[in-house]
């Protein structure tokens, strides 16, 4: 832990520029500060440190999570949603079998862009970012000053956030600008250079969604306090890599590519059998809809109407069996058109929110 210390507490150390080496350590209990229970208007402000315990090589105070996030009716009843997440395991290449079909409908709506069709590649590139990793974030630091009153606050002072699009490129901006006015003076984890982050909740303007925007810096570096760092010294620093969710096995990733195929494929219907599969994959059901971030509801905006509505003319992407009883069948469609119906509500729902967003 030497090189942390020496980083976070030496003025002569470029912030911005330091090189890192890795190292585990172990995590603490519940050691996640709520902020999204924040009510609207108030705000909190952290003190972010860097990522691990040890300095590494590419590893800043930001850790991706890189979680893909598909959403499902349920089938026994339409007015609950499946929420499947897993970590993917190599985006960047064709070699992924989950990931490459999304970018496979990437490179389709460049082709239909070139083409002249833009509706269409507009269409399928809000499907393909729809089903694309998900831009969240885990960093760690000090709670300066809590917007929520906690029930049970750890005994741990360095807490770990899990940071949404918004409040990401807030800091990124920040990080990266060049104006003299609003340049921070080192990198946010900084002991001594690092300026604290304030995360401000408010609302869209017709206060219907949460929204993080006007998060951002304070107006100059503050340098950690000594009961900071007795904190560090006494439980260490967490190692964020360590949360991230495990990768699927090849089983596993092998449905999970076959879910994928009939989720960009328009089929929103959850299927109860997958469930005995899903090793690591966190499957998570809820009664009805919560208020999701506006960034969330942008990036979650059910475009392909054209798919939607091929679902009503073919009971939802499925042919009957031949051996399917008649009345079996009925019911069956009734509730394939219930899915559909479900499916174009939410789509409404979320282009007006995501047009409310962008507003």
């Given at each position: 832990m030497e090189n942390v210390l020496q980083y976070l507490f030496d003025e002569t150390t470029d912030s911005l520029k330091v090189q890192r080496e890795s190292q585990s350590t172990t995590s603490a209990a519940s050691p996640f500060f709520r902020y999204k229970q924040m009510d609207a208007g108030q705000s909190t402000t952290v003190r972010f440190l860097p990522?691990?315990?040890?300095?590494?090589?590419?590893?800043?105070?930001?850790?991706?999570?890189?979680?893909?996030?598909?959403r499902f009716a349920d089938p026994n009843n339409e007015k609950n949603e499946i929420s499947l997440s897993f970590r993917p395991m190599d985006v960047k290449t064709a070699h992924d079998p989950v990931m490459a079909q999304v970018q496979a409908l990437s490179k389709e709506a460049d082709a239909e862009e070139k083409a002249g069709h833009d509706a269409r590649a507009k269409q399928l590139r809000s499907t393909a970012s729809r089903h694309w990793v998900k831009p969240e974030f885990f960093a760690q630091g000090f709670v300066v000053r809590p917007g929520v009153k906690e029930d049970n606050i750890p005994e741990n002072p360095i807490r770990i956030f899990?940071?949404?699009?918004?409040?990401v490129?807030?800091?990124?901006?920040?990080?990266?600008?060049?104006?003299?006015?609003?340049?921070?003076?080192?990198?946010?984890?900084?002991?001594?250079?690092?300026?604290?982050f304030i995360i401000k909740k408010t609302m869209?303007?017709?206060?219907k969604w949460p929204s993080y925007t006007e998060s951002g810096f304070g107006n100059k570096a503050s340098a950690l306090t000594e009961e900071h760092r007795a904190a560090i010294l006494k439980y260490n620093l967490f190692n964020l890599t360590e949360f991230?969710?495990?990768?699927?096995?090849?089983?596993?990733?092998?449905?999970?590519a076959e879910i994928m195929a009939q989720s960009l494929a328009g089929d929103y219907l959850w299927n109860p059998e997958w469930e005995s599969r899903l090793k690591v994959s966190t499957v998570?059901?809820?009664?009805?809809r919560g208020k999701p971030d506006a960034d969330t509801v942008e990036g979650e905006v059910v475009a392909d109407v054209e798919q939607a509505s091929r679902l009503l003319g073919n009971k939802a992407g499925r042919a009957p069996s031949a051996s399917t009883p008649e009345d079996?069948?009925?019911?069956?469609?009734?509730?394939?058109?219930?899915?559909?119906?479900?499916?174009?509500?939410?789509?409404?729902?979320?282009?007006?929110?995501?047009?409310?967003?962008?507003a």
């Open positions: 990522a691990a315990p040890r300095l590494a090589p590419g590893l800043n105070f930001l850790v991706e999570k890189r979680i893909v996030r598909l899990e940071l949404n699009k918004q409040l490129n807030k800091i990124r901006n920040a990080i990266n600008s060049d104006d003299p006015d609003t340049m921070l003076e080192g990198s946010p984890e900084h002991g001594t250079k690092g300026t604290p869209t303007g017709d206060g991230l969710p495990k990768i699927p096995d090849e089983d596993e990733y092998e449905l999970l998570y059901k809820s009664a009805g079996e069948l009925s019911s069956k469609r009734i509730a394939d058109q219930q899915v559909v119906s479900a499916v174009m509500e939410r789509y409404n729902q979320k282009k007006a929110a995501a047009e409310r967003a962008d």
